[in-house]
């Protein structure tokens, strides 16, 4: 374990490293689970969205350039439509996606509006990324939205994909993909959890949390990591492989609560508390 966490560093070490991550990515994506964006009841969490877009946006003022992945269409949709919420057909799930997807969309826009900054709809799938013309046209996209100063939002297209709406953690595998494809020195995931535990918080009142990680495969043997929360479809596993991804190709990724407040200005400020998954 202490070669998966890094446990041979102090507190205030680690958190230098981690501010010191923060400082030197300019290019960041951030994947955004359907869990923090909804409440208890699964409605949509505004507090929880205008918070994050006004640290997105004190990001930019600092220079960065951001992506963003989002989840939260089918929040959004049965947040629209309340009386399909037990509706559990397929037709309807993916009816609700592309109903939400528009409510989403338009939350990002009204809120990033404020700030003066407008923003791209991207709607892809897995498959998307292994064929190498739409591989290219979805890079050239994301590049011009961005040197353009929008910020592109990225989405699993769930109304016209059966597979993917079924599937655990698309969106944390969608987000390392967009990571890689765009160059970025930086990844993060916000979920609902402030990081990777030696045991599931949620159960055990001794669990704790691994502050950085250097080996996925030490870590994986050291952990219990099942379970997964009842609102969003990404269990830790596909965090952690998520971060195996984008590691292999030289990129950090920062797992962490995303419905805490200010929680990135806080690690950007060496303070909170996450997961770093170190790229090699």
Request: aromatic share 6%.
């Amino acid at each position: 374990m202490k070669e998966a966490c890094g446990a041979g560093f102090g507190k205030g070490k680690k958190m230098e490293r981690v501010r010191e991550l923060f400082e030197d990515s300019r290019k960041i994506v951030i994947k955004i689970g359907s869990n923090i964006l909804s409440d208890e009841n699964g409605n949509v969490n505004g507090n929880v969205m205008r918070n994050l877009v006004e640290q997105f946006c004190r990001f930019m003022k600092e220079g960065k350039r951001i992506i963003i992945v989002s989840s939260g269409a089918g929040v959004c949709g049965m947040a629209a439509i309340n009386k399909w919420r037990r509706k559990d057909d397929i037709n309807y799930k993916q009816a609700l996606c592309a109903i939400g997807q528009v409510e989403l969309m338009n939350a990002y826009k009204d809120l990033f509006g404020k700030h003066g900054i407008h923003v791209g709809q991207m709607l892809l799938s897995r498959e998307d990324f292994e064929d190498h013309v739409r591989d290219l046209h979805i890079r050239n996209t994301l590049f011009t939205l961005v040197d353009e100063g929008v910020v592109p939002v990225v989405n699993e297209n769930d109304s016209v994909s059966v597979e993917e709406i079924n599937s655990v953690g698309d969106n944390d595998t969608l987000g390392a993909l967009t990571a890689i494809l765009w160059g970025a020195d930086l990844f993060i995931i916000l979920s609902d959890i402030d990081g990777v535990y030696d045991k599931n918080p949620k159960n055990d009142a001794g669990a704790e949390l691994i502050e950085e990680v250097y080996d996925i495969d030490g870590l994986l043997m050291e952990i219990d990591a099942r379970g997964k929360s009842h609102f969003g479809t990404g269990g830790i596993l596909t965090k952690i492989e998520a971060a195996r991804r984008v590691n292999e190709y030289g990129i950090s990724m920062v797992l962490a609560n995303g419905s805490k407040e200010n929680i990135l200005q806080e690690l950007a400020e060496g303070r909170g508390k996450a997961t770093v998954f170190f790229g090699k």
